[in-house]
């Protein structure tokens, strides 16, 4: 028997149990663990995979006819309640789409994880981890040490601490949201009143849960962003983009009507873009090629010059002696 079976009958074990188990039953229970001090090394690795992977292994008394002897007075358990998604009621082919879409681009998980974040919330909802497990991805996303702790979070409306860029936050997160390469948190920023995006990898340590139910989140809470250069953490700053008519139509249903600061009578158009990603802003900009202009402010025109500048010397060839290089 592979781990990854064992894995599976450990889960399901611990939760049609109904009460606290002792190591010694479970062992009896589930097959592969053998016995003596191998199967206790092994059950120890398993429930510690079991926990990285975000699945609720608990400690509870164990009733005293349960308890075997030499063991201590506490078994395992996974709560139910604590283990299962919500059920979003889906029709069999959707979810056949989610299996496909969780084959087919594997999400970053640690060593630990032997299913994986998105393997194992398919199999909650019903879906099979296991059909072709030789299957090679057709793209890959980058994990993140936080994600796990911040789905639960997310899950069981818990208020989350950590520190960023040199102060302590506390956040009601509303969603997580993958963009740009990076892993980004959306949510109320208590200190500022208002919701802020918050990348994953500038957490200065791993975020701190509070209790559980501890915010109600708004009917509609806020949709994260989808405008690459609003997916930042980056000081906010009102970029005015002056696009020339030939692209002003398209550049208007890019940023929004409401970007929209000045219409001229050559057909262009004045953009006031709210930017917290500079990079992507730059890009943005770069796309429309001679038909945008940084207006404004300043330093961000002057930024956006540097880095043109950066990108002709990079791409300059080099001269030689004997004229120029290719």
Same mark, same amino acid.
């Given at each position: 028997m592979n781990r990854l079976e064992r894995l599976l009958n450990l889960v399901a074990a611990l939760l049609d149990a109904g009460r606290p188990l002792s190591r010694t039953e479970i062992q009896r229970r589930v097959p592969g663990y053998g016995e003596g001090e191998s199967a206790r090394r092994a059950f120890e690795r398993d429930k510690d995979a079991l926990r990285a992977m975000g699945i609720p292994v608990v400690l509870e008394p164990l009733e005293p006819e349960h308890r075997e002897h030499g063991e201590g007075a506490e078994g395992y358990r996974i709560p139910p309640e604590q283990y299962q998604l919500p059920d979003p009621h889906l029709a069999p082919d959707e979810l056949a789409a989610l299996q496909l879409a969780a084959s087919t681009v594997r999400l970053g998980a640690s060593s630990a994880s032997a299913?994986?974040?998105?393997?194992?919330?398919?199999?909650?909802?019903?879906? =099979? /981890?296991?059909?072709?497990?030789?299957?090679?991805? !057709?793209? =890959?996303?980058?994990?993140? &040490?936080?994600?796990? =702790?911040l789905f639960a979070a997310l899950g069981e409306r818990r208020t989350v601490r950590f520190g960023y860029r040199g102060a302590e936050r506390l956040v009601d997160p509303f969603r997580l949201s993958y963009t740009g390469g990076h892993w980004?948190?959306?949510? %109320?920023?208590?200190?500022?009143? #208002?919701?802020?995006?918050?990348?994953?990898?500038?957490? #200065?340590?791993?975020?701190?849960?509070?209790?559980?139910?501890?915010?109600?989140?708004?009917?509609?809470?806020? @949709?994260?962003?989808?405008?690459?250069w609003r997916m930042g953490d980056?000081?906010?700053?009102?970029?005015?983009?002056?696009?020339?008519?030939?692209?002003?139509?398209?550049? #208007?249903?890019?940023?929004?009507?409401?970007? !929209?600061? &000045?219409?001229?009578?050559?057909?262009?158009? !004045?953009?006031?873009?709210?930017?917290?990603?500079?990079?992507?802003?730059? /890009?943005? !900009?770069?796309?429309?090629?001679? %038909?945008? @202009?940084?207006?404004?402010?300043?330093?961000?025109?002057?930024?956006?010059? =540097?880095?043109?500048?950066?990108?002709?010397a990079s791409a300059a060839p080099v001269g030689g002696a004997g004229g120029v290089a290719p």
């Open positions: 299913l994986g974040e998105a393997g194992m919330a398919i199999w909650k909802l019903g879906g =099979a /981890t296991g059909a072709a497990p030789a299957a090679v991805p !057709v793209a =890959a996303l980058p994990g993140s &040490e936080h994600l796990v =702790a980004y948190l959306i949510g %109320h920023d208590h200190a500022r009143g #208002e919701v802020r995006n918050f990348r994953l990898d500038r957490m #200065e340590a791993a975020p701190r849960t509070g209790d559980a139910g501890a915010f109600e989140r708004p009917p509609h809470a806020p @949709e994260a962003t989808t405008a690459p980056e000081d906010l700053v009102e970029a005015i983009v002056l696009v020339d008519a030939v692209q002003a139509e398209w550049a #208007e249903a890019r940023a929004g009507a409401e970007a !929209v600061r &000045e219409r001229r009578a050559d057909g262009s158009v !004045v953009l006031a873009m709210p930017v917290t990603n500079r990079s992507a802003f730059r /890009t943005f !900009v770069l796309g429309f090629l001679e %038909h945008a @202009e940084v207006l404004g402010p300043g330093d961000l025109r002057a930024s956006m010059l =540097a880095w043109l500048d950066a990108l002709a």
